[in-house]
């Protein structure tokens, strides 16, 4: 997986951009979070992808996820939609 810092960003591949069900393209944008610490103490970093239509909405669905996310269930088969 590559990951686009927000100063790089230019327009992504085609591959890498979705759209909604009206036709308006979405980005998979990268969330990051430490959890876990190693047996010396430090953080480990684990990361999960979001897809909003920009950063702004990217960042307000971060906001979501922290005060109301749960866990809803695993993930038993990915594929394309």
Known sequence: MTVVRFPDLQAPEAGHVSCDQWG?????FIVEYPH???PSGRDRVWSATIWAYDQEDAE?????????GRLSGQVLETGPW
């Open 60 to 68: 307000a669905r971060l906001d979501a996820i922290r005060s109301a």
């Open 24 to 28: 308006r393209p979405m980005f998979r």
């Open 36 to 38: 876990l610490a190693t």
